[in-house]
């Protein structure tokens, strides 16, 4: 574990978010009053130009960056760096008026419109031009400008384009994906299937919603050709504005679990990863507790991408959004638990979109720091306030990576296939609420646990989930097998190994791929349950556990049984079971269980596996960051009685306070405490 | 308040509706059959031609107008009246298939296909001429009948057309209504906002489906366009007419509260406002008095589209209709309550959809007076003849304008505009509801009400309600500050004056535009709820009203306290307001209250006021209509039990009963009571 | 009654189903391990080549055959046959990469891209024309193999195609329908109504979605002509075929009450029918019990298309589906009791879909005989076999048809006709539902029950069940009139001759079409109930029985009342009655009783007709098929307990036990009794 600062220019964490002066040219005495209020909010970053193609180039091939290195110049002077955006999340009306193929094509084959956002298509070449002609001019205008910290590549990169420009891109990289042959893919997709034979590539489509949506490898394929494609585009980007600023780092703005694309393949070209983080406060089905560890799971989620390093916090809302169903207000302190939670799990960044509201278009009501009100004098103003203090006494923490002993296996490819699987239930899959379930089971024993792909080496953990591995990618049985052999705990589920990656089914017994092996048995059928039906696992010691959705049928080939069927005519069987091998155990549960039946199971792996269980309190969340030298242990209470935290020692960094083997944490506090290593 | 008799022909009301002697053309039998039941009923007048194009224009420029007249004498001769409508509402197939450019184009950019009615390019110069032609055909062949009172222009004008022809003529409308300044319209739409700006007004786009539709003043726009375009051709064919029949008075038959025109723009070239009434009675959601009471608000919604004269119920079911989710019958004696309801209400007729079932086509399973029986031995004919009876008994009231102190302001762009803000909740908007919620509020308090725009003048009322006045038009907060400091009573809620007329927020506070003066407060945030949260308000007399959906926190700049909240994390900040103004008073009611606690609101202004608050009994519905020298006072009992309504002095119309001093109204009765003005 | 062998080269049932080695062309060994396993499962028979175009053509005008004719060579030798299928319901991508007009189009407009199956353009005559050349290929080349019994033509033939082609085609069968008299065709379709008369046949489109959908009439000829041009492309299939091989039958595969075709219409060029059974079986809204009983319903819709011979059973899953929203497996013995019941209802096979699971595509999760895994040691592979070694016994039955004295008349275009009514209530129609319970109420008394058309003759049953009539065929009144005349006994119910053949509605009271005088009664009103309503009838002996969603308000004119409604304005006015007319009895059902009301009615009714009410045990389903020697008489027993049925004499084929007065059947048990006739 060793730190890795970001920013060199600045001591400790970035504290801003996105800036629109260009919508305020005219109202220079509103520009003055920012200054004059981030400063006072303890900002030292904001992120300029996101959407401001219109105001760069309002003509094509007419540019004018003036404007921005004057406001650049004066955030400067004031101590506030820039995060410089690429502008082509948003296309200006002249651009789709003379380029119409930057306009995507839908799954049902009709070409967009011109307007929203986000909705270009990745292959235009005309698009890429104008680009990368847009990049380089901007990075030759502002590029350079001592402000300027890190490069934001577009925003919110995702979606899909059918135009006949991406078939043929997607017909090229089938070409490449399946070296020029054709029987090759036909096998692999298994075409005999229904006729489905292709005898030439030219007669590959994209999975039009009115063509082909019968054969699951081209679903999976068309999915990784979009990240593929869309990596592409974004790395010319990121190859325009380092030809001008070889120094300045490239990031953009990832999104909670977003199943468009693969961000493990996308985040590679990127030199740091950040995220915008918009949790569902005060929803009608979760506690706020409940919405905290989801939120420390996406948390986790980004931060496996670029392990051993920070993240950036790039977006969240200093009060409410205006996009969900209902958009409830933040509750006077959740402001400063969200933000510091998102530093605890590895965050060197709170940025909120954004500083000040438009007075106009489509996030009119989107909250930011500076409401139309127009006032300092706003509870959501002090809040923010409260944060950019509470930030520069993190300053020790920046730069320390988190530090986990599990982990829990998350692969895109997996999603995908699992969601286009055709059978058993479609409501039912809940691949999604299963990787959090380990993540809150694993959160509830106090157990930091990363996320990370089945492709990242993970052969330095002590404990491995790896829920409803359905999809194997090459060499992964092979090394979760090393991975047991070698003294490591691995928990797997229902669903695993039942195909290759490209989606034909392993022959002769799932887990297939040779983990059937690893698990010491098979799995003969798996029973579907309706939402209304349950069944009930039964461990050794009489505890049960209830079952949803999901309940394979069990052989034993040498495994142990945990628990078994209560119910229903397998009852009796096996529903879970351990396999000791070499110096590990392989864990494999059979059914869909609640989550204590799963903490049941991860406690014993745990005990196996030697790893502290710490004593905490109900309602605490903890978190744990490192630089080699400190760990810095974040505690949050989201009960509303007093939480006593023993063996605590150390210093508070929000309060100064030293700890001196008790930690009182009140009701919706937080403690950021640094013990020295030995 | 004077008298307004809308035709002179006919001494008294109007008792008839749509007839399609055109379907049986080849059954002089039931024709003639059709004559004798009508003079039973006590029809007067029939509405002939809604959709006989075909039969006038078999072939282009073919004209058959002789059958038409031919019935319009044998009609006349029996004392029964004809209102003409021009036939534009559905074309022949013969016109679609030479004029395809009259077929609407949808959001999604596909031009309809021929079928259905009500669904022409609004835009189209030969479909425009083709109905120039027809209508002139018409009005020359039947116009001059003396049977002929009134046109009936089309039928039920709606929808919108995304066709070149109508994008081309919206472009021009923009280009008119920005004088012809791009740099106007991009600083009034806020095109800032993610890039949108406009460089020339052929950049713009209607908001197709796969369009632009993150614009907010664009949907408004396109909205109002629609209206205007639809107006447009609507005002041609008035004109048609006119130059031949210059003194028949025109009118075309509206829908309850139908969002896709703006009623007050759309009805200013007509004559007289008429429209269909099809209530849900008996439905599983209300009861029958909910159910009269919301027909009672859409009648005031009609009526306040031309104040001070009558309108007419242009169409009603005599018992069920074809196309709810669930048609009941009406049940026996509510034909009797909805009919005279509508005469209550100002209508000065009673009109069905229609006379007699076509035996095919989409409404064959439509009530009409005559059923597919063929008979005048079924409880519909009974209830429509005794109907006809009672018309008869209330001629005196023929004229005599609606006698309402109080006013709810009901504007079209407003309801759009909340309709399209992309914040807070889609799901608990709910202007429409919000707006009857009012009503039945004063309803409930006996107070007769108008629902007009807040471009009409209110200056003559003594109280007015601004529920969720969102988005304010030029001058209006002006007139409102006027109208309080006058004397006036205003009732205001959350969500007033958040944007001026092009969707731009108010900087400085909402609400904006000059409110926050008048109401001595302004709104710091906003809450949204889910349907499961509720809050409440507490009254200084202990009573509290359960709160749904919205909570302003509001902070007082010289405003009194009315209510509290009672819970979460501003319990104890003030709930509504009111704010003594010159000689009157402004109210701010800063959430959703259930309508017992707007009631009590209302009950407070109206004494405030000095507007008497009627002793009605429960269940007890009542209007007043006056024509200078009689108050005709209405009551409805939609209880169980009898009514007894005191201080009752005057004659029964319905049954020439003198009253003197106590009305006993039997369960599912009226009376209309006339009492002589001093 | 008298036995028909469908195929005299089996001695017995036929035990099999779909095979597709096509699959596994590269793994010899799989497919002599097919060899092994089949002969273990007591398999004598598969289905061959249903999706093989690629396999047999992969490139335009290229053959092969040669596969297989060796695979059905090892199958003949081993004692297994072949049913042949054309392959044209799914085309190789070559064929539409070369013919795009194979592709359909879409009720908007849109043509389908290559894709899925199924999908077929039913008009283009290029794609008819490949073909025809493939099934005339075929034919040559294995279609005079010993081994074949059946063709097979193509499969589950569905779907509408609104391509330029099949406009006309709609076009020219309007013109054959209606005599080229456009005039007739205005009148029968009522298109005065809306101004919808045509003027010449070009004008009429089909019913695209964004087109015509108010014309009832259109919509039903399009249903009709969807039927017309199915039939004529499969007659067309089966004349290229018979060409070749005139002596093998021809069958295809139908779907459960398949809406899309009406089948009394489409089997008519077949020599057997076959079907695919899934049912959904251990779902969430009904006992075990229902789910049979509406599979028996479903067995008897099949078999009635023709009658007096067997049918087959062409799929059924041996384990789970994988295209249901949930997908369970089948619990132990129900495997077993579904295959015998398609047999006691008139099967002479039991097919399944598919031998072994694909390992990709579409239904790669799919149940199948042989699972991935590999083995023939799974719960699956024994409950097949189980199954094979039962229809062995069950040999005697072959050929015998059931015996039935009841019926239900179930007409597809009265189907279409009720669904496409604009009235009344769109969810609360339930026709498909309302059929089947008929059929379940006559189950329930032990009654065998054949569905049937109107169209057929039904002179010789003695109770007709005719729910729901809507629409009347021309001469089904007269011939019902007859029916009940001749002593039969005929329950009708609400919704009875409201429209003719074109959906026209009847003029002087419905039931109309002379029907008025059979039921001495007609219907002045119809009333719509929310499904939160409800209403009662009261029997004469004071049973009640509920009523949902519609209630007719009965004048009676010589019936007699059975029943009166409890509630509503018309409660104590007839719910239901009965007419003496010539030697039988027509009973009116006047409202939609729940089944224990129909139960009553139709115990009155068998009663009446002297048919025998059997004494069968709760839970307990009974069947019977008849050789005109033996009666083979079958139980099943779906309580949880034993059943004792009384009177039973014979052997029960199943286990050779004699029975001797009592058969006592334990829970999920069943027994085949063969009584011979005297």
Redesign the interface.
């Known amino acids: 574990m060793k730190k890795k600062i970001l920013f060199p220019q600045i001591s400790g964490m970035i504290h801003g978010g996105d800036y629109?002066p260009?919508?305020w040219l005219d109202r220079p005495d509103i520009l003055e009053e920012d200054l004059r209020l981030m400063k006072k909010a303890g900002v030292n970053c904001v992120s300029l130009g996101i959407?401001?193609?219109?105001?760069y180039e309002?003509?094509e091939g007419e540019f004018h960056f003036r404007w921005l290195t004057d406001i650049m110049d004066r955030l400067y002077d004031n101590g506030i760096y820039t995060v410089l955006a690429t502008?082509s999340g948003?296309?200006?009306?002249?651009l789709?008026?003379a380029y119409p193929e930057a306009m995507r094509v839908?799954e049902?084959?009709?070409?967009?419109?011109?307007?929203?956002?986000h909705n270009h298509c990745m292959s235009s070449p005309a698009y890429r031009e104008k680009v990368k002609i847009m990049d380089t001019r901007l990075a030759e205008a502002a590029g350079r400008h001592p402000g300027v910290i890190l490069w934001h590549i577009s925003n919110e990169f995702g979606g899909e384009c059918y135009c006949p420009l991406c078939q043929n891109k997607f017909r090229e990289y089938l070409k490449n994906r399946f070296h020029n042959n054709i029987e090759e893919l036909n096998r692999?997709?298994?075409?005999?299937?229904?006729?489905?034979?292709?005898?030439?590539f030219?007669?590959?489509?994209p999975?039009?919603s009115?063509?082909?949506?019968?054969?699951?490898?081209l679903l999976l394929e068309w999915r990784r050709f979009t990240t593929w494609n869309t990596t592409d585009f974004m790395q010319q980007e990121i190859d325009a504005v380092r030809r001008i600023t070889p120094d300045i780092p490239v990031t953009t703005n990832l999104m909670e679990l977003y199943e468009g694309l693969d961000y493990h393949e996308f985040s590679k070209p990127l030199d740091l990863v950040s995220w915008d983080s918009y949790p569902r406060y005060h929803?009608?089905q979760e506690t706020l507790e409940q919405t905290a560890a989801r939120t420390a799971f996406q948390h986790a989620s980004i931060r496996g991408l670029k392990q051993e390093q920070p993240f950036l916090l790039m977006e969240s809302t200093p009060?409410?959004v205006?996009?969900q169903?209902?958009?409830?207000?933040k509750?006077?302190g959740v402001h400063k638990l969200s933000c510091l939670q998102a530093v605890a799990c590895g965050s060197d960044s709170v940025q909120y979109f954004q500083w000040r509201?438009?007075?106009?278009?489509?996030?009119?009501?989107?909250g930011a720091v500076m409401?139309?009100?127009?006032t300092d004098n706003?509870?959501?103003f002090r809040e923010v306030a409260e944060v950019g203090r509470l930030l520069q006494k993190l300053a020790p923490v920046t730069g320390s990576p988190v530090k986990a002993q599990a982990a829990i296996l998350y692969d895109c490819d997996n999603r995908w296939a699992i969601k286009d699987?055709?059978?058993?239930?479609?409501?039912?899959k809940q691949y999604e609420e299963t990787l959090y379930l380990q993540y809150q089971s694993l959160m509830q024993l106090g157990v930091e646990t990363d996320v990370i792909s089945s492709l990242e080496d993970f052969s330095g953990y002590r404990l491995l989930a790896a829920p409803m591995l359905y999809l194997l990618h090459e060499g992964v049985a092979e090394r979760l097998i090393k991975f047991v052999e070698q003294g490591g705990q691995l928990i797997a589920t229902y669903l695993t190994g039942y195909v290759n990656e490209?989606?034909?089914?392993?022959?002769?017994?799932?887990p297939g791929g040779g983990l059937r092996r690893l698990f010491g048995l098979?799995s003969?059928?798996?029973?579907?349950?309706?939402?209304?039906?349950t069944n009930s696992a039964r461990f050794a010691d009489g505890d049960c556990s209830v079952i949803h959705d999901f309940a394979e049928i069990l052989k034993l080939e040498g495994a142990e049984v945990l628990a078994e069927y209560t119910d229903?005519?397998y009852a009796g069987s096996p529903a879970a079971a351990k396999n000791k091998f070499g110096s590990g155990t392989a864990w494999y549960v059979g059914a869909r269980l609640a989550q204590a039946g799963m903490e049941k199971i991860y406690r014993m792996a745990l005990e196996d596996a030697g790893i502290e269980i710490p004593a905490l309190p109900r309602h605490v969340e903890m978190h744990r960051r490192s630089d080699g030298k400190h760990n810095f242990v974040f505690y949050f209470n989201y009960g509303s009685q007093n939480a006593v935290i023993e063996h605590c020692l150390g210093t508070d960094l929000l309060t100064d306070r030293k700890i001196n083997g008790t930690l009182v944490l009140p009701p919706m506090e937080c403690a950021a405490v640094m013990q020295p290593l030995r």
């Not at 049902?108 to 956002?117: A, M, S």
């Not at 030219?202 to 489509?205: A, G, L, M």
């Not at 009115?210 to 490898?217: C, K, L």
């Not at 409401?371 to 127009?374: F, K, P, T, V, W």
């Open positions: 629109n260009d919508q959407f401001a193609w219109s105001a309002p003509a502008p948003a296309r200006p009306a002249w789709d008026a839908a049902n084959g009709l070409r967009d419109r011109h307007g929203l956002r692999q997709w298994w075409t005999s299937f229904w006729s489905h034979t292709y005898t030439d030219s007669q590959i489509e999975p039009f009115n063509g082909e949506r019968s054969v699951p490898g929803n009608d009060s409410q205006n996009w169903p209902f958009n409830k207000l509750r006077p509201k438009g007075r106009g278009g489509a996030e009119q009501f989107h409401d139309h009100l127009g706003t509870r959501t699987m055709q059978g058993l239930s479609q409501s039912g490209h989606t034909l089914c392993y022959l002769g017994g799932f098979y003969e059928e798996i029973d579907t349950l309706y939402p209304t039906d229903d005519f």
